[in-house]
Nanobody, 122 residues
Framework: QVQPVESGGGLVQAGGSLRLSCTPS????????VAWFRQAPGREREFVAA????????YIADSVKGRFTISQDMEWDMVTLKMDSLRPEDTAIYYC???????????????WGQGAQVTVSS
C-alpha cells in the first residue's frame, strides 16, 4: 500500500492555472496506478485523470480534456495534475488515489489522500 498525500490547489480566477501534486508516504509510486478524482459540494465524486503503473498511459476525463494534464517524475515520487483554463465548475476537493488497477473507477483504487481544495472564482 502507498498512502498518497496531496499538496497545492487554492483559489484562482477563471481562466487561471493551478498545479496539484501527489506524493507517496513511505515509498514510491513505482508499480502503482495513480489517479485524481474530485468532489464538488452536493455532487458525487468524479474521475479526473489517471496515469498507469509504468507511466506510459493516461486517462483524462472529457470534462477536463485539453485543459488538464497528468504526469509523473522519473523517480516515481511525485504525480502532478496541471490545471489550465480553469472554470468555476472545476471548484471541488481533489483527491489523489493509488491502486494496482489502471482505471477510471474509484472503487479500483485502494488508498486515498485527504484531499486538496481548488476554488475557481468567476
Amino acid at each position: 500500500q502507498v498512502q498518497p498525500v496531496e499538496s497545492g490547489g487554492g483559489l484562482v480566477q477563471a481562466g487561471g492555472s493551478l498545479r496539484l501534486s501527489c506524493t507517496p508516504s513511505g515509498r514510491s509510486f513505482r508499480g502503482y496506478a495513480v489517479a485524481w478524482f474530485r468532489q464538488a459540494p452536493g455532487r458525487e465524486r468524479e474521475f479526473v485523470a489517471a496515469i498507469s503503473w509504468n507511466g506510459f498511459s493516461t486517462y483524462i476525463a472529457d470534462s477536463v480534456k485539453g485543459r488538464f494534464t497528468i504526469s509523473q517524475d522519473m523517480e516515481w515520487d511525485m504525480v502532478t495534475l496541471k490545471m489550465d483554463s480553469l472554470r468555476p465548475e472545476d471548484t471541488a476537493i481533489y483527491y489523489c488515489a493509488t491502486g494496482h488497477t489502471f482505471s477510471q473507477i474509484a472503487t479500483d483504487y485502494d488508498d486515498w489522500g485527504q484531499g486538496a481544495q481548488v476554488t475557481v472564482s468567476s
